[in-house]
């Protein structure tokens, strides 16, 4: 028997609605290119939302679940985006500045974007790839208007201030991210106006983000990754100020001092960065409660430093652009509080427990078949998802057995110990990609183009710690005959190799180190042993080649 409840519809339209009308007193807080910050209402981002929306569907080329990319960092412009695209029935679908032209066109083409907006700020990056990206029109926002293009700002001001919005149904699809596929392309994740809301909730819970209508949020994950983690709409549901800091703040603490941030999220690579700093301005950053922390892992030594020297509490999160992004959080249990402080950052540095609405399981595999493997907090599987925010299959492509079980869970490729309170550690990854400053390189497809050049005969991209980054990647190359008798220093064939690598890859994939061996070690089934190798690599660290 069906209860009787009204089947209301989860949609964005819904969060901007309740933002503008219990909240329209709040802030959106823009730090410029210029260092000057930019204000204004959640009351004047609505209007300009409405105005936006008629702009985009008066083109005549965007139709209802048409993708409309953008090409932007973390300004009120994407903001306004973030809300008008997917409210007026259309598909958000953010792009990564940081990847290649060779990537951008692989993703553009799949997508079919029908209109990219471009952040001026990046016209000259942007009109560099132009003739590779697909799309049929671009629209630049913070640029001056010319007799040929109008403005955004002009745009905005000629259009109807009234829309009513127009989303079919709460299944429809409310945005696309793509994430680095482990054989080298792209996949595309579809979200859905009710998995967004839903994730919105989840992630407002008082143990997860916990935001309130008394913070102050700065997003410093970029608006082009993984959706920001959510923070856009979590934050406007919660009726939250939000700080943006458009592409990189010259100083984090300056802007969480002169804005009274309480909230700010980032990848464990940027508060390592700003700790120095936001050390040295202790007092001026008293605002400053919690750091939300994900992407890759938060060292202990961080999390005590962060806790202990600044009084900032550090929540520790792991999840997927799959999964919208959160799956866990880590936050203590009252039973952890009587524990000593170093056992309390050991549990904090854990990925945390599953928000609730999502499942996790513990899987070895055999035969084809899923065991699930007990939570003692020793035993390491393969790490599997459920949750109503989390993809059943990737964009254009049918659900494989690599990543999707028969029997409905997410494989995520990362290799955890679960605890008997359900904190998860992520302990390897099974996946064939590399974390670096929170953003994936797949070193299957580094692998692919190294192999493509005649000084290569094997190729195998490993991961190395780095104090900075988490990780880097490392190339280990074995010649051919080509390469061996050109009688060029290792030093010249790596600056060969790393050009050769340029050309299809963005500037941080390209390997720091290339070491040469005679012939890479191999496992049973004849792939290349990188277990062997990076334990062969890190004890001989200081020298220039493997033993
Ligand atoms: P992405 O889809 O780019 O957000 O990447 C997701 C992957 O990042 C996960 O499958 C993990 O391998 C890694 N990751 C995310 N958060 C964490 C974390 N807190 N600790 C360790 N790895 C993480």
């Known amino acids: 028997m069906h209860g009787l409840m009204m089947n209301h519809p989860l949609t964005l339209a819904q969060i901007l609605e ?24 959640y009351t004047a981002l609505y209007e300009r939302v409405k105005r936006l929306a008629n702009v985009i ?33 259309a598909v958000l679908h953010p792009l990564n500045i940081r990847l290649s032209a060779a990537q951008l066109a692989h ?3 799949e ?21 590779e990206i ?47 596929g482990t054989q080298g392309e792209p996949r595309g994740v579809l979200y859905t106006h009710r998995s967004m809301f839903l994730h919105t909730l989840a992630v407002n819970q008082a143990d997860v983000f916990g935001l309130t209508e008394a913070d102050v949020v700065l997003p410093l994950v970029p608006m082009f990754h993984a959706m920001a983690w959510g923070l856009p709409y979590a934050s406007m549901f919660a009726g939250a100020d939000i700080v943006l800091p458009g592409a990189k703040p010259a100083c984090i603490a300056d802007l969480i001092a002169e804005t009274g941030v309480t909230v700010a999220a980032g990848v464990p690579t940027v508060w390592a960065e700003a700790y120095p700093e936001l050390r040295k301005r202790r007092q001026d950053i008293s605002s400053l409660r919690r750091l939300i922390v994900g992407g890759e892992a938060m060292p202990p030594t961080l999390i005590e430093a962060y806790e202990k020297k600044l009084g900032i509490e550090i929540c520790h999160a792991w999840g997927m652009t799959e999964m919208s992004p959160t799956g866990t959080f880590s936050k203590l249990r009252r039973e952890h509080q009587a524990l000593p402080d170093a056992e309390k950052w050991l549990i904090k540095a854990k990925q945390g427990r599953p928000i ?35 993809a059943r299959a990737y964009y254009r492509s049918e659900p494989t ?56 005969t094997e190729a195998a991209v490993i991961g190395v710690p780095s104090e900075k980054w988490s990780e880097r990647p490392l190339a280990v190359i074995a010649l051919t005959p080509v390469g061996a008798v050109s009688n060029r220093a290792d030093a010249d064939i790596s600056d060969t190799l790393k050009q050769h690598l340029s050309v299809e890859f963005p500037k941080f994939w390209i390997p720091d180190r ?21 334990k062969r690599l890190l004890s001989a660290e200081t020298k220039e080649k493997l033993p």
């Open 57 to 89: 569907t008066q083109v005549g080329i965007v139709q209802p679940g048409d993708r409309v990319a953008t090409y932007a960092s973390n300004t009120y412009q994407h903001l306004e985006l973030y809300y008008a695209i997917p409210c007026l029935g």
């Open 107 to 109: 993703i553009t083409h």
């Open 134 to 180: 697909a799309c049929e029109q671009v629209t630049y926002f913070n640029q001056m208007s010319t007799d040929a293009d109008p403005s955004y700002e002009q745009l905005l001001s000629e259009a109807d201030p009234a829309y009513a919005w127009d989303i079919p149904d709460e299944n429809w699809a409310m945005g696309l991210c793509y994430t680095s």
């Open 111 to 131: 997508a079919e974007d029908k209109v990219i907006f471009v952040d001026g700020a990046f016209a000259e990056q942007f009109e560099a790839l132009r003739n």
């Open 401 to 456: 057995d690599e990543h999707f079980t028969a029997d409905g869970w997410l494989r995520t490729g990362d290799i955890a110990t679960i605890d008997a309170h359900g904190y998860m550690q992520i302990v390897d990854r099974a996946k064939a990609l590399i974390r670096s400053g929170g953003e994936s390189i797949s070193s299957v497809a580094l692998e692919t183009a190294l192999l493509k050049h005649p000084y290569v």
């Open 356 to 390: 609730p609405g999502v499942k996790l399981r513990l899987a070895a595999e055999k035969s084809d078949e899923f065991t699930e493997l007990p939570w003692d907090g020793k035993t390491a599987g393969e790490l599997h998802v459920q949750s109503p925010w989390t």
């Open 514 to 534: 290339f070491v040469f061996v005679d012939e890479i070690p191999k496992t049973g089934v004849g792939k290349s042993d990188k277990h062997t190798l990076r």
């Open 18 to 41: 309740h933002a503008h009308r219990i909240h329209g007193n709040k802030r959106v807080t823009t730090l410029l290119p210029d260092q000057t910050l930019h204000s204004y209402n």
